[in-house]
């Protein structure tokens, strides 16, 4: 069907040899070129998108990983300064929900204790929990620990809801529960600095540790100590070109990474 069939008048006067406007299509001139010039501007949007030129990045991360996002980010900022980008560090339960509610792109954090069926992920690398202690510590001299031998120390673990937390409430129930948790706290950093007064000890990931040489990290000595660092998406959702472009460019900077690449390769 014609746009002139659909209005139901006659927008041309056709003759042999010329074709001109009628009076409803002089009327309706004005409008068609405003059409044209919103097409042409859509045309050009979409370009704009497609080249990285402008659009918008939703990143979210856990408190222990987030820091593995910098250089990513800076180098991202500096290639496509016309992408804004939002990051948000949160709990891993909180990260989960505002992906299932589409307000992140993707999360990077380690894997959920409860399967998720609404989520896909990208593997990253493997990280043993360890146990972080001050150099002076009697226990920084063990190669390694269980962690029923951790009873009577004051531990300052995150809190529960954290990812850490869950992943060893989930995976050591009975023991968790005779260990001595005398501070819980859902800041990381604050968390290092309080191992460094050499009162408190802590049980992470062993890819968290800081670069600090009065911590020392203890392997524990126990099966199923592995956590998983991946990024999560919403299974089947919408990739942007700009969570597509960051992806490869993270993949790329944790291949890069000494100390990733040890964790990865098991040295």
């Not at 948790?181 to 604050?190: C, F, K, M, R």
């Not at 991946?230 to 472009?245: E, M």
């Amino acid at each position: 069907m014609t746009f002139e069939a659909e209005l139901g008048v006659a927008l041309f006067k056709r003759e042999k040899r010329r074709v001109e406007l009628t009076e409803v299509g002089e009327k309706l001139l004005p409008y068609a070129k405003l059409v044209l010039s919103n097409i042409q501007d859509v045309s050009a949007a979409v370009q704009d998108v497609n080249e990285m030129r402008v659009g918008s990045l939703r990143i979210g991360g856990i408190f222990s990983l987030c820091s593995l996002l910098t250089d990513t980010l800076v180098d991202f900022s500096v290639k496509f300064p016309g992408i804004k980008v939002k990051m948000v560090c949160k709990s891993g339960r909180r990260l989960f929900e505002m992906l299932q509610n589409n307000e992140l792109d993707f999360a990077l954090t380690f894997e959920s204790p409860v399967k998720d069926d609404l989520l896909d992920s990208i593997e990253l690398f493997h990280s043993p929990l360890s146990v972080i202690v001050h150099k002076n510590h009697p226990l920084a001299k063990l190669d390694k620990i269980s962690l029923n031998s951790l009873r009577g120390y004051s531990l300052a673990l995150p809190e529960r809801g954290m990812h850490v937390r869950d992943i060893l409430e989930e995976r050591f129930p009975d023991i968790m529960q005779n260990l001595k948790v005398q501070l819980e706290l859902n800041d990381v950093n604050i968390l290092y600095q309080l191992i460094n007064t050499n009162h408190w000890i802590s049980i992470m990931p062993q890819s968290t540790e800081r670069d600090d040489e009065n911590l020392r990290a203890v392997k524990l000595n126990e099966s199923n100590t592995d956590v998983q660092a991946a990024l999560y998406c919403r299974k089947g959702s919408y990739y942007r070109n700009a969570a597509k472009v960051f992806i490869e460019m993270l993949q790329k900077s944790l291949s890069e990474n000494v100390a990733i690449y040890f964790l990865k390769n098991k040295i």
